[in-house]
């Protein structure tokens, strides 16, 4: 399940991440007045088992029924987890396809919700998923090579992170038209860890992958780029962390 929307008076527009299908979006009629047909399986980030029926020339099925398999509502008690669910959501909602099956993804969002709830900052979530999800629509810029003048780049060298245009060499430097970071080795070694272990292994200082470092702007601003939006959700995590740090 990664969100819901009002319809009319009493309905929800739906919208799940099925292992199978892909992206599949339905109304579930009454949802909002009969608590006994859907239960409490319409929180973000459930698992769910899904019966839908496809309405022939329309863009939104309809839901006929949903069990509840996995439940994630208790961690999202906490609001700094539930921060970081509403990005995982966004993005798993824009970078999924209708019809198109994507196990990968699927069990890429199970995987660091476990590992969320399992107390893994929540940073390293969200850096781990962004990764994965360009790494599993071809996306991921080149590690190897300068975006602008297509010398090779070797071992831990100086590189610049540049939002939606990959990587520069030191000649190179700061792409003018776009939002650049150093990326020091230490951003490197970050992401062969996360291609090379599971969500929960990954230990890096969390500062080394929050609002402002490289890797957000390598990650965040790729995904960006390619979805042609500035994301909305990352905001409120930054916000709640914050506050939680100054208690």
């Known amino acids: 399940m990664?969100?819901?929307?009002?319809?009319?008076?009493?309905?929800?527009?739906?919208?799940?991440?099925?292992e199978h299908r892909g992206k599949v979006r339905g109304v579930a009629p009454s949802a909002r007045r009969s608590r006994r047909r859907f239960g409490g399986v319409l929180e973000p980030m459930t698992r769910v088992?899904?019966?839908?029926?496809?309405k022939a020339g329309r863009d939104l099925d309809r839901i006929e029924r949903l069990e509840c398999i996995r439940s994630y509502a208790e961690m999202q008690a906490?609001?700094?987890?539930?921060?970081?669910?509403?990005?995982?959501?966004?993005?798993?909602?824009?970078f999924s396809r209708e019809g198109?099956?994507?196990?990968?993804?699927?069990?890429l969002l199970g995987a660091v919700l476990d590992a969320l709830e399992g107390g893994q900052h929540p940073w390293i979530v969200v850096r781990y998923f962004e990764l994965w999800t360009l790494q599993l629509h071809g996306l991921f810029p080149d590690l190897d090579a300068c975006a602008g003048c297509s010398a090779p780049?070797?071992?831990?060298?100086?590189?610049?992170?540049?939002a939606g245009a990959g990587l520069r060499c030191a000649g190179c430097g700061i792409d003018p038209d776009h939002e650049?970071?150093?990326?020091?080795?230490?951003?490197?070694?970050f992401i062969l860890q996360v291609c090379k272990s599971a969500p929960q292994e990954v230990s890096v200082e969390p500062r080394r992958v929050g609002p402002g470092s490289a890797l957000e702007t390598l990650l965040r601003g790729t995904l960006e780029c390619y979805a042609e939006r500035r994301f909305r959700t990352y905001?409120?995590?930054?916000?709640?962390?914050?506050?939680?740090s100054s208690r």
């Open 153 to 162: 780049l070797s071992g831990y060298g100086p590189r610049w992170a540049t």
């Open 78 to 94: 906490d609001p700094v987890k539930q921060s970081a669910c509403a990005i995982l959501s966004e993005i798993a909602e824009l």
């Open 180 to 189: 650049s970071r150093r990326l020091r080795g230490s951003d490197l070694e």
């Open 100 to 107: 198109e099956a994507d196990t990968n993804a699927f069990r």
């Open 2 to 18: 990664l969100k819901t929307q009002e319809l009319g008076e009493a309905d929800l527009i739906v919208s799940l991440l099925a």
């Open 235 to 244: 905001r409120h995590l930054r916000r709640m962390l914050q506050e939680e």
């Open 49 to 54: 088992r899904a019966v839908w029926r496809e």
